[in-house]
């Protein structure tokens, strides 16, 4: 079942933009992308080193590598136009907090693989471009990992992932609006969900 827990690594996110920027370096952040699963690969997962510092070493990683305040606004969506100022800093950092505890714990199911690059696809959004690569599996055909690179003022950060052609960023995206939306509590209350989920996670359950 390790393609399908893999089906779930993301953490992560579409973020359309709109302001015009200058033509993306599609060389630059498919580099960016390689370094980054690297890094992944041969400072966090192989690394003979404690937990509690390969949790450490994952979150600079995922924090350096995502745009997770961008990210964050669009898995709100429409909501945090009407969202209060605390309510979007409480949102945005447990989002971050959550998304990086869940994949510090599952990274170690790919110890022994590597990502494959495939080369890149523009993208319809200026400043914007898709890195595509592969993960072989132990059986079936690889998994299809798409990245999608936005850069802004030189720094290159990935503002989502799509996973077998699934951005769980717009899952997200539309699990969050459905639980505002039925949820008497609104925003606060899936802030409450989150910091549930958060706690549950650093505490192992």
Do not use: H
Not at 4 to 31: H, L
Not at 98 to 107: E, Y
Not at 141 to 149: G, L, S
């Amino acid at each position: 079942m390790i393609k399908t827990k893999f089906f779930a690594f993301v953490a992560t996110i579409v973020m359309m933009t709109t302001s015009v920027q200058a033509e993306i370096n599609a060389k630059a952040a498919k580099q960016f992308v390689k370094d980054t699963t690297a890094k992944g690969i041969e400072q966090i997962i192989n690394a003979d080193i404690p937990q509690k510092e390969k949790d450490k070493r994952f979150y600079d990683l995922l924090n350096n590598a995502l745009d997770l305040d961008f990210i964050g606004q669009f898995v709100l969506g429409r909501n945090w136009r009407t969202a209060t100022a605390e309510q979007r800093k409480e949102f945005i950092s447990v989002y971050r907090d959550l998304n990086i505890a869940t994949w510090s714990k599952r990274f170690n199911e790919f110890k022994g693989k590597n990502f494959v690059f495939k080369g890149t696809t523009p993208s319809s959004s200026k400043g914007q471009v898709f890195v595509n690569s592969e993960v072989p599996m132990e059986q079936g055909e690889p998994a299809k990992v798409v990245w999608r690179v936005r850069e802004k003022n030189g720094t290159y950060k990935i503002v989502d992932i799509i996973i077998e052609g699934v951005s769980l960023a717009q899952s997200s995206r539309s699990e969050y609006t459905a639980f505002i939306k039925n949820n008497p509590g609104g925003i606060n209350a899936l802030i409450a969900d989150l910091q549930a989920k958060l706690k549950a996670q650093k505490s192992g359950k």
